[in-house]
């Protein structure tokens, strides 16, 4: 059963979590003196489109076609994620962030867009057929 409601509330509870991610990696960055090297450029930029995909939904209604913005940021970022990953994998290779909770900040990056492209394919479930456009 579609609840409009609902979607709009988990699309602004999206929206706030990857600001608040968005606002750890600047933390880190500024405040930690950590730089971001091009990869985890990219992750930022795919996480900046997957919150405009949401930001879609929020301010011109929920559309599949804002999901897919938001699905093709995931991906972006989930491929730029495992790049890091893979170049990191070897044994007794240290990484290049910060460990928390025994993973890289990468890693994380990595479940994240796996949990957002999850979330979508829930969100997408939500929207009623004759709710979508045509």
């Known amino acids: 059963m579609y609840s409009g ?38 992750q930022r930029a795919g996480l900046i489109v997957v919150g405009l995909g ?14 897919g913005v938001a699905l093709l940021g995931s991906l972006v970022g989930a491929a730029a994620s495992v790049r890091q990953i893979l170049l990191h994998i070897a044994p007794g290779d240290p990484g290049c962030s910060k460990a928390v909770f025994g993973f890289h900040l990468y890693t994380w990056s990595f479940v994240s867009f796996v949990a957002v492209m ?5 969100l997408l479930c939500l929207v009623r057929a004759q709710d979508a456009p045509r």
């Open 5 to 42: 409601r609902l979607a709009y509330q988990l699309n602004v509870l999206a929206l706030a979590i990857i600001a608040a991610v968005l606002a750890g990696a600047f933390v880190e960055q500024l405040v930690m003196g950590e730089l971001p090297c091009p990869l985890c450029l990219l």
């Open 54 to 67: 949401f930001l879609l939904n929020l301010r011109f209604g929920i559309q599949p076609l804002h999901y």
């Open 118 to 122: 999850v979330g979508i394919g829930v």
